[in-house]
């Protein structure tokens, strides 16, 4: 069974700019959760889809990030315009049971390493 | 805010030592998590723990739910090279129907052959 990709693997940009990354997640999972890890801490939920819906973006910077997941299936994060606090690792995460089960597993992709200069 | 608390942050050991990381909050949770993260990797889940108290095993891996769910404990017996990684413990909040993950910030281990 084919994991979580992620793409790109790494960007490298300047502050102001814009950038995207891409997630496709497990076939059949219906939740998709982007994360953000900045280095030395733990992953810090951005947005939570369950199919093409929002669940949770409480904790998503809305003046500059954005995230969609039209079709249900994968899904793009973008950052407009980059600041140099978002240098971090972009995780994407897919699960086949929705988030409301206490035991629900998450599954992980590699994740994107952001540099902002 | 539900916050998790992970000592130590760092952790180096020869390998075939036993060692013991913990994760606590004045929170409670539904349910913990551990996940194992490689350089480069996204986390991998290796046990989910649900009821106060409850105790599981993975091979070298022994993993703890406090009784009051507010804390974890995982214990490595003759920890190995391969046992290398940052362990995250994760607490599933209820927030309504909606279980949301809170990790924290992990234990660095590095297993020296």
């Known amino acids: 069974e084919a994991g979580v990709a992620q793409s790109p693997r790494y960007k490298i940009i300047e502050k102001r700019q814009s950038v995207a990354f891409w997630c496709n997640p497990i076939s059949g999972h219906a939740t998709l959760y982007w994360y953000q890890q900045i280095l030395g801490q733990g992953p810090k939920l951005l947005i939570q889809f369950q199919n093409n819906g929002v669940v949770d973006d409480s904790q998503l910077p809305k003046d500059r990030f954005s995230a969609e997941r039209l079709k249900g299936v994968d899904s793009t994060l973008k950052i407009q315009p980059a600041k140099l606090e978002d240098s971090a690792v972009y995780l994407c995460?897919?699960?086949?049971?929705?988030?409301?089960?206490?035991?629900?597993?998450?599954?992980f992709g590699p994740g994107t390493r952001l540099t902002v200069l | 805010t539900q916050l998790l608390e992970q000592s130590p942050q760092f952790l180096s050991i020869q390998e075939g030592e036993n060692l013991t990381v913990y994760c606590n909050s004045s929170?409670?949770?539904?349910?913990l998590q551990w996940y194992r993260q490689e350089p480069g990797e996204g986390p991998v889940l290796l046990v989910t723990v649900v009821t106060g108290g409850e105790v599981k095993k993975l091979k070298r891996l022994t993993f703890q739910f406090g009784d009051a769910r507010k804390d974890s404990s995982l214990h490595i017996t003759a920890a190995q090279p391969g046992d290398t990684g940052l362990y995250l413990c994760a607490g599933a909040g209820s927030g309504g129907s909606n279980y949301k993950l809170t990790f924290g910030k992990g234990t660095l281990l590095t297993v020296n052959p």
């Open positions: 995460a897919s699960s086949l049971r929705g988030s409301g089960r206490a035991d629900n597993e998450q599954f």
């Open positions: 929170s409670v949770f539904s349910s």
